[in-house]
């Protein structure tokens, strides 16, 4: 089970506090979520507990069976694989909408926040990068105006995080990863948008080979966590 620190306080909270751990992979994947033991871990009625695991199963990141209760979403190479196939087409097919709504001002704000970023990248740890990834799409996809594709976005990208926190634990340069996210905001800004899908789909390619030692690097430190 989940391990938190502190009590939680409200509905927002709770349901904060829940999504979070379905992100981090905090519950065993696969298991079941015993709704008694995380009320009691987080300090509240199982009501709240029980509401934020159903809105999280409207969000894919928890499972619910008929007659057998809520679930740990899986962490397999296929569930894997098919998220950054929908990670990198979602975003990519959103690039030409980028380019016909956003204004100068909006992408020069972001750009100047990617640039601090680039300049101090080297020193953000992972789980803090993996954010700062999340953000940066986050931004991207509000620059559509559309806010059913902010949604969509939101989804997938909670969904990839725990992946992608994994992932950037190898980058030895973190500020060129940053200054791929600069590249991508210029490219915008230029008008170039041949060159910016280009920039845009390497960065946001997740190959077969690094999901999968991703993946087995990201499934030995949870089981590893679950055995202390």
Do not use: W
Request: contains cysteine; aromatic residues 8%.
């Amino acid at each position: 089970m989940a391990q938190v620190t502190g009590t939680v306080s409200s509905t927002t909270d709770v349901f904060s506090a829940v999504r979070e751990m379905a992100i981090e992979f905090r519950f065993m994947p696969g298991a079941k979520i015993n709704e008694t033991e995380l009320a009691e871990e987080l300090g509240v009625s199982r009501t709240p507990v029980r509401e934020a695991l159903n809105r999280l199963v409207t969000e894919d990141l928890i499972d619910f069976r008929k007659n057998y209760g809520f679930f740990c979403r899986t962490l397999d190479l296929e569930d894997v694989l098919h998220l950054a196939e929908a990670y990198k087409t979602f975003h990519l097919s959103i690039l030409p909408i980028v380019f016909a709504r956003a204004g100068k001002a909006e992408v020069e704000a972001l750009l100047a926040s990617t640039q601090q970023m680039a300049a101090h990248g080297n020193d953000m740890p992972p789980c803090e990068m993996a954010r700062a990834d999340q953000a940066f799409l986050h931004d991207i996809t509000m620059l559509t105006k559309n806010p059913v594709m902010v949604q969509i976005n939101g989804s997938i990208s909670a969904r990839i995080r725990f992946l992608r926190k994994v992932m950037l634990e190898g980058y030895v340069c973190k500020r060129a990863y940053f200054r791929n996210q600069q590249s991508v905001l210029e490219l915008i800004l230029a008008g170039d948008e041949v060159e910016a899908t280009k920039v845009f789909a390497d960065y946001l390619t997740i190959d077969a080979s690094e999901a999968e030692k991703a993946l087995a690097r990201g499934l030995g430190r949870i089981y590893l966590k679950a055995a202390h």
